[in-house]
Each structure stands twice: as C-alpha cells, then as structure tokens.
C-alpha cells in the first residue's frame, strides 16, 4: 500500500519485540503440513519431466520389469474434451498432462471466450508468478484442496512495482473461479520497522470471482481484495498487518482469518495487526468487506479493521472472535475526522474478542434490520451471477 500506510506500519512495528524469524518458506510449508498437505517434491530425473510448455501426456502401460513411471498414477482419458460450454486444460509439475506452468496453461486460454476453461491443477507447490490478463475471463483454477495444491511466488513491494504488483497471483479478467487450491507469498516476512517488504500472496481485480475451499497464506497485505465483486467460501486466510485489504465488494462466508503477528504478553498495550484495512475513498463508491459465520483468532493483538481510506466500511456478522482482538476494536487510521465517515459494524459475534463495551465510539452495534443487507449474497449481487457457478 502507498507511504502512509508504510509510516504507520512502521510507527506500530517499533513497538514490537524482535522476535526470531523462521525462513517464511519453511514456515509456511510446515504449516501446511500441519494443515494435512501432501508436498510432492519435483522429479529431478528426466523421466516423466518435460520443459515444453505443453504436449501431449506420456503414460504408458506398466509391465514386468519397466521402471515405475510417475505418470501411471494419473487419471486415466484426462483432460476430458471440450463440451459446448468448457474447455479443460491439465497442469502437472511433473509432466503427466499438458502443461507443466499454471502461467503457460492460462496463457493458451483462448482471449474473451465465452466458454469456461477449467485448468485443472495436480497437487504440489507452484514457484511461479501467475498474472490472468483482462482477456483472459472465464477461468477456473481447480486445485486437489488448499493444503495439497498452491501457487507460491517471493515478490515484495520493493522487488515489484509496488505493493500492488507484489501479487504470486494476480488476476485482472472477469468471471474468475478458483477452488480447493492455495495462493502463498513466501517473501521474508517483515520485521519490525522495515519497509518495503510487503508481499501479496493474490489481488484480484475483476469483477464476480469466487473462491471455494481456498487457502492465502502471507504476513503483511496477504489477500489483496483490490475492486470488483468477489464471494469467499469456507477459505483459510492468514497473515499479521492489513491481511485482507483492497476497496473491492466482497462476501466472507465460513471463512478462517488466522492471525500469526507475534504473540503479545498480556498486560502489554501492544497492537501489531489488522485484519482488514478497506479502501473505501467516497460516499460514492459501493464497495465493502462483510463477513459472516467465520472464526477469527490465531497469534498477536490485533484490530478488527483499519481506516485506509476515509469511507472504509466492514462489517463482522455471527463470526466468533478469539482475545487476540483489542478491546477498542478498530482504528481511525489515527485520523479523527474518518470518525464521521467509516462504517464498522458487528454483529452477533461471539468470543471473547467479540465483547464490544471497550469499543471505540464510532462503531455500531448493528440491529437484525441493519445487518440484514450484509448477510447473504445479496450484498454482492449474487442473484445476478453467483447462481450460475
Ligand atoms: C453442442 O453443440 C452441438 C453443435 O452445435 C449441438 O449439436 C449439441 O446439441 C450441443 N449440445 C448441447 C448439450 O447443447
Ligand atoms: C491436452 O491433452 C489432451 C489429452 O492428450 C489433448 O487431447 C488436448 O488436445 C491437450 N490440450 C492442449 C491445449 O494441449
Ligand atoms: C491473446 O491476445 C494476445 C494480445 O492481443 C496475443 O498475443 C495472444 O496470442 C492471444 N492468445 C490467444 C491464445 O489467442
Ligand atoms: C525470492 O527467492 C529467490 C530464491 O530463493 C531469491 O533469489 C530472491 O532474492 C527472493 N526474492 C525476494 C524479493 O526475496
Ligand atoms: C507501476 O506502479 C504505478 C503506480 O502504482 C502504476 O501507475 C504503473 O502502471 C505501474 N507500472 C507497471 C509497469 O506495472
Ligand atoms: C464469461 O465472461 C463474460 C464477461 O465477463 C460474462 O459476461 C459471461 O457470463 C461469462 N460466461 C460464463 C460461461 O461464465
Ligand atoms: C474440495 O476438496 C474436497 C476434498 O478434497 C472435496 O470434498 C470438495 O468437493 C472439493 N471442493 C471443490 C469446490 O472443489
Ligand atoms: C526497500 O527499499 C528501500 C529503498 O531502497 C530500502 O531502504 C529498504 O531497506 C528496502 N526494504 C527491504 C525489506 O529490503
Ligand atoms: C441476533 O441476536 C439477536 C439478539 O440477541 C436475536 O434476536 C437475533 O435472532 C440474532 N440474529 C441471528 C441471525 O442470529
Ligand atoms: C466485557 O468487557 C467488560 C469491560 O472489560 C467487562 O466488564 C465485561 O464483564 C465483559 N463482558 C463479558 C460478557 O465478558
Ligand atoms: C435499527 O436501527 C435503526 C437505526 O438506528 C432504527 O431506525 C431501526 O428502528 C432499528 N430497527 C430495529 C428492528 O431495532
Ligand atoms: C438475502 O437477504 C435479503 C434481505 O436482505 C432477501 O431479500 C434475499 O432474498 C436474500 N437472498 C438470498 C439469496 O438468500
């Protein structure tokens, strides 16, 4: 995000203790580990292993005496032919289908089809950076589940163009879709007081994208909701400062928003974190973050939201909250005239976090008639697209 969300960060970060950082690529991969993943190691011999950006898969039938081959396992007639409405494409890092690269897969996606292309993409982790062109709509990505299949890149804000292009995925085209797959950024994760070292795990920049079963996993700025309308279902979304952000429209529904700032020691009037930092900049701008029926906690003490951007507006409906949350709740970017126009709201929450005496004054305390409009699909028009997936 720009420089004054930097100096803020930078202002919170001092306060913390210096604590040991783990190499975040072993950390994640042992979390994910933990989380049930498989981590398929790349075959380094030749067989099976192809650098073509596509070709035809090399299965063969085993018999007495052939050397195992890493493709016997795969589905058998896969990818299925096109039908009137999709076309399937095949990912396999080892070389059993078409394409090797999600990058090289989504790159042979035929520009504005009207069609569905389902890339379909075996277990293991991804080292590539992903970017979905405007072109490119109607994509899904279809992973083996968020803790068997990633995609995972190391871009900061310093080795990108920034913040916002710091994404291990970026998508830009409408009508996107991705399920049962995880999108990580194994950037160092940032110190205390250091700038630049933001890192993105996604952004997603078009309009009506879903995701099902997904996993983001980052510190700093993880999951980049950046504009357009999206629906989140039953995701695993985890990180430290502003690790849902963006001034998109979106629907959280039975989602996991996992902290891991550093632990605080109780009694210490430390914060280091924020869930979510929306960037709603006028009255005029329709966007929001809701979520609903979620669980919310992990490690540190953190902010349900702060202000980026004077209109910011999130509401928490029916999600249970861990003590991690701060008393006072949320944070005016420690700008007291966003006091009169941000909008945070919660809702029937529970946990200990979810204790709203010690809020801070602007925040409401939303009635069933009030809620009402952030609870469902409706919020994200979903009557006029989610029905279709
Ligand atoms: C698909 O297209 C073909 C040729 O246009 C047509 O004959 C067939 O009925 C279509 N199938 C479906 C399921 O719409
Ligand atoms: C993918 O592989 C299938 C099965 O071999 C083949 O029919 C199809 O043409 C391939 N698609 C591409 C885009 O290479
Ligand atoms: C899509 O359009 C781009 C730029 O116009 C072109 O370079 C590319 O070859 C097209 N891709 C396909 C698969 O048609
Ligand atoms: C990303 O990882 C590669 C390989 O370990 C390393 O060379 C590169 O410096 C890393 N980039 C950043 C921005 O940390
Ligand atoms: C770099 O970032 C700036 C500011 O966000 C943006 O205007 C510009 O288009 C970006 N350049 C590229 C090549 O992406
Ligand atoms: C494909 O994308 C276009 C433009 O985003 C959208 O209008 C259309 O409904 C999509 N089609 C399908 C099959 O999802
Ligand atoms: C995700 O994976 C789980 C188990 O692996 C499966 O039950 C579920 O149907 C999948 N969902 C999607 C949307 O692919
Ligand atoms: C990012 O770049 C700035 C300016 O070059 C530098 O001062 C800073 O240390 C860099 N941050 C990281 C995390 O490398
Ligand atoms: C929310 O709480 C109020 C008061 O406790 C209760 O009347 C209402 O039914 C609850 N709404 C939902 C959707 O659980
Ligand atoms: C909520 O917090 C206040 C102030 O700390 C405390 O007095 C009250 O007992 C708490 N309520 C519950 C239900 O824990
Ligand atoms: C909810 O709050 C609004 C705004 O304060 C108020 O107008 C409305 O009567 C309340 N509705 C209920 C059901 O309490
Ligand atoms: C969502 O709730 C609204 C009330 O705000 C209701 O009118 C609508 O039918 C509901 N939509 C769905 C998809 O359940």
Known sequence: MGHKLNLVVAIIAVVLSSTVIIGPYHSFVKQFKEL??????????????????????QRKHPSKGDPINICDDFPPDFPPPDTNTTTTFCVDRNGC??????????????????????????????????????TKQNITFQGQGYTSTAIAWNDTANSSNGTFYSGSVQVFSNNF???NISFMNVAPIPRPGDVGAQAVAIRIAGDQAVFWGCGFFGAQDTLHDDRGRHY???CYIQGSIDFIFGNAKSLYENCQLISMASPVAPGLRVINGAVTA???ASKDENSGFAFVNCNLGG?????LGRAWRPFSRVVF????MTDIIAPEGWNDFNDPTRDQTIFYGEYNCSGAGSNMTLRAPYVQRLNDTQALPFLNSSFIDGDQWLQLY
């Open 278 to 280: 929306h960037g709603r």
């Open 97 to 134: 289908c078409n394409f090797t690269t999600v990058q090289s897969a989504v790159d042979a996606v035929a520009n504005f089809s009207q069609k569905r292309t389902i890339i379909w993409i075996n277990s293991g982790i991804y080292f590539e950076k992903v970017m979905v062109p405007r």
């Open 232 to 234: 989140f279902k039953d």
């Open 299 to 303: 490690t540190g003490r953190i902010w």
């Open 317 to 320: 409906a029916l999600t249970s």
């Open 177 to 179: 879709i991705a399920k």
């Open 36 to 57: 049930g993943a498989i981590i398929i190691p790349y075959i380094s011999s030749s067989q099976g292993h192809h650098h073509h950006h596509h070709h035809h898969p």
